[in-house]
């Protein structure tokens, strides 16, 4: 009996615990502001196409907030009386497009004042943008692919199990397939009221970081070594600055010199950065496709640019050092894009919910760059 007793009230304290921690979920904004979300949808709908590379910009702000203190749009703080915030961090100088989401932000809140949390405007519009980068057109036979696949229980998460078209179909399908993936975002996000420049510097992964130092960053922020491969994905759209990889060009061991060139990069692509793009070893301004020739398509070819030791970081390189992640991108590129855009989803989802803050915590803040 009294072995019951206690067992219920695990029960029943495991459910007290479970329901005092909040949940994001879809249309979070359905009653107190039904527009919000059309409103982040129409404003990117009407500016990314005439300034494309934001999207980029967007996506990788969205990912450097939620690895900082979880999504709570701390990343968009400005610093405060002398103390430096997130955004003064050297991996965050390089981010653009904070004018986007206070643009977006005065329009929401105009709509609805003190509703819509900037966490969620973020999350929110670098799904959006990644959307409508090039405008998609499935073609018809193709979605004729994707529901043989459904139906048979195979374009499920892993793209191993998927079935392989012929390379003429697939080629077909590259050709045709444009526009970026979309995936769900729950909304509810709460914003923070802290932002530290040191902790961005400690918790946003490094591009010169080596595999195991990449998946110990994503499993403290509970991400699987699938999530550290289908993110990185993100690559396949933006731009890198020099300085982000010149030592893999210059001066890989600390001798230095073109001689000195990161042996786990294509020489020919080595030798071709450094003919024309970083000229220098101390370049810091040039910007260079990540994924040179599609910079502003989401597709497999950051994955086949990896395969062929031409990804622009160490940590593009990375990936293919261990071989379980090596055998998805394998994988992934020997099927559909659209598998791609699954996993990405997937994984993009995963991302949005880092350590969110819901119900109580933090406040809605009525300008993104400043605490209430
Ligand atoms: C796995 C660890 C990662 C590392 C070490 C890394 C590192 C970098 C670096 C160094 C740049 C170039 C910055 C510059 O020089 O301007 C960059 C760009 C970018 N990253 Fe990552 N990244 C990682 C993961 C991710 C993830 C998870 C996402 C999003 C889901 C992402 C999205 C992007 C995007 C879209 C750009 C292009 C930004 C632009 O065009 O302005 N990255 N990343």
């Given at each position: 009996m009294a072995r019951m007793m206690v067992v219920a009230l695990m029960v029943v304290a495991l459910a007290v615990v479970g329901g005092a921690r909040a949940q994001l979920r879809e249309g979070f904004y359905e009653q107190s502001c039904p527009r919000a979300e059309q409103i982040v949808k129409h404003y990117v709908q009407q500016h990314i196409p005439h300034a494309p590379s934001v999207a980029a910009t967007l996506l990788r702000t969205h990912f450097h907030d939620c690895f900082v203190r979880g999504c709570?749009?701390?990343?968009?703080?400005?610093?405060?009386?002398?103390?430096?915030?997130?955004?003064?961090?050297?991996?965050?100088?390089?981010?653009?497009?904070?004018?986007?989401?206070?643009?977006?932000?005065?329009?929401?809140?105009?709509?609805?004042?003190?509703?819509?949390?900037?966490a969620d405007i973020l999350a929110l519009a670098a799904r959006d943008s990644v959307v409508v980068i090039v405008i998609s057109k499935p073609p018809l036979f193709f979605n004729c692919l994707l529901l043989t696949a459904h139906r048979h229980g195979r374009s499920s998460i892993s793209p191993r199990?998927?079935?392989?078209?012929?390379?003429?179909?697939?080629?077909?399908?590259?050709?045709?397939?444009?526009?970026?993936?979309?995936?769900?975002?729950?909304?509810?996000?709460?914003?923070?009221?802290?932002?530290?420049?040191q902790e961005a510097l400690d918790q946003i992964p490094a591009p010169t970081m080596n595999f195991t130092q990449l998946l110990q960053s994503f499993h403290n922020k509970s991400l699987e070594l699938a999530d550290l491969v289908w993110l990185s994905g993100a690559h396949t759209i933006g731009i890198g600055h020099c300085d982000s990889f010149t030592e893999r060009l210059y001066n890989f061991t600390g001798r230095g010199g073109p001689g000195d060139a990161d042996p786990s990069l294509d020489p020919v692509y080595a030798a071709n950065l450094r003919r024309n793009k970083c000229k220098t070893a101390t370049d810091n301004t040039t910007i260079v496709e990540m994924d040179p020739g599609s910079f502003l398509t989401f597709d497999l070819s950051y994955y086949r640019g990896v395969l062929k030791r031409r990804g622009l970081f160490q940590s593009d390189a990375a990936l293919i050092t261990d071989a379980a992640a090596k055998a998805d991108i394998l994988s992934v590129v020997n099927a559909p894009p659209e598998v791609f855009f699954q996993v990405f989803a997937r994984s993009m989802v995963r991302m949005g919910n880092i350590q969110v803050k819901t119900g109580h915590e933090g406040e809605i803040r009525k300008h993104c760059a400043l605490v209430n």
């Open positions: 709570d749009a701390s990343v968009l703080l400005n610093a405060t009386g002398g103390n430096e915030a997130e955004k003064d961090a050297a991996p965050n100088q390089t981010l653009r497009g904070f004018a986007f989401i206070d643009r977006v932000k005065a329009l929401v809140e105009a709509e609805c004042p003190g509703v819509v949390s900037c199990n998927y079935l392989t078209p012929n390379k003429k179909l697939r080629r077909m399908m590259n050709d045709e397939m444009q526009g970026g993936p979309s995936w769900s975002v729950p909304t509810g996000r709460r914003d923070g009221t802290v932002s530290i420049k």
